[in-house]
């Protein structure tokens, strides 16, 4: 496995991704299986909807040369759309979120000449699979200085879900970007499972009123800080966008300061415009474990921390922040 990719990496050095001219004469056919809902549902469906129209738009494609489909939730389902447009002679297929990931493999694997991507994962190990990945180490860190400066208690708090694999290294950025800020907030975390209510009263509790969550299985989050507001224990919130829906709420905007950005609509397009001059994203995603495609960072603009109504002695520590980890002057933890 080690000589073939650094025989594929020889591969991607001599032959490196050019940027598709604009209105480029469309000769190819993408596919895209979006997850449950598909356009419309407020996530990660309409993130990358965004995408597929700018794309379609800058690059001169019509209907007839993009298929949308959507998933059912069900792997079997997903398989069978992805092999739908294998089938149909699409060029380029792509799945919206990790939870193609089984299918994504499994298609792979059986269609080793068909080119494949998957959008917000990093966690399919072929080559013919391009992995959109979207680092959490920098902003997390970013939004512990976010989550520092706006604290009055000098409390704050991480919410994660207790599924997700990147839990401790999310933790362990916000806690350093919450001592870069400032050496006297404390950090207290937990780890959610069905429901968030829970954790938030006892990170509550605990004096946390700001919190950094991750957690984005349904919209108990702003039930919880709704209550916790009626008992006149106001928490503020840092989110993660296209992960929570819920963020596009009107009762979310009574507490949101600031959340995470994922540019999936990026990724998409940044994949479209590879297709259409007949290239692939395969830069080094994680090539010890065989990925490929391209991770997004603060750097190449594909993931940021914006502030809604956080203060401004935070904003500017975070752009200064931002500005010193770009410039690699801040080690985030990886």
Request: charged share 20%.
């Amino acid at each position: 496995m080690a000589k073939r990719l650094l025989v594929f990496a020889a591969l991607i050095a001599l032959f490196p991704l050019t940027a598709a001219p604009v209105h480029a004469a469309a000769k190819v056919k993408i596919g895209i299986v979006y997850d449950v809902g598909g356009r419309g549902d407020k996530s990660y469906d309409d993130a990358a909807a965004l995408g597929v129209d700018y794309a379609k738009k800058k690059l001169g494609l019509s209907d007839f040369d993009v298929r949308e489909l959507v998933t059912t939730g069900i792997d079997f389902d997903r398989e069978n759309r992805i092999e739908f447009l294998v089938k149909a002679k699409y060029d380029l297929v792509i799945g919206i979120g990790s939870d193609f990931n089984a299918a994504m493999t499994f298609m792979s694997e059986k269609y080793p000449e068909t080119q494949f991507a998957i959008v917000g994962s990093s966690g399919v190990e072929a080559l013919n699979v391009s992995c959109m990945a979207f680092s959490v180490d920098q902003t997390s860190f970013l939004a512990g200085v976010m989550a520092a400066l706006n604290s009055k208690s000098g409390k704050v708090g991480y919410l994660g879900d207790s599924a997700i694999s990147s839990n401790d290294l999310v933790t362990r950025n916000f806690q350093a970007g919450v001592k870069y800020a400032s050496g006297k907030v404390k950090v207290f975390t937990r780890n959610a499972d069905t429901n968030a209510e829970p954790d938030l009263s006892a990170l509550s509790k605990q004096g946390v009123d700001v919190v950094f969550a991750t957690w984005s299985r349904n919209g108990s989050v702003i039930t919880s800080l709704s209550k916790l507001a009626k008992s006149k224990k106001l928490v503020k919130l840092i989110g993660i966008r296209p992960d929570q829906y819920f963020l596009t709420t009107k009762e979310a905007q009574k507490y949101l300061i600031g959340y995470v950005n994922k540019r999936y609509d990026s990724a998409v397009f940044d994949l479209f415009s590879a297709a259409v001059v007949g290239n692939t994203i395969t830069e080094e995603v994680d090539v010890k474990n065989g990925v490929f495609g391209r991770s997004y960072s603060l750097a190449n603009k594909g993931i940021d921390l914006i502030s809604t109504t956080a203060n401004q002695a935070s904003k500017t520590a975070v752009a200064q922040a931002k500005a010193a980890i770009i410039a690699k002057k801040v080690k985030v933890v990886k």
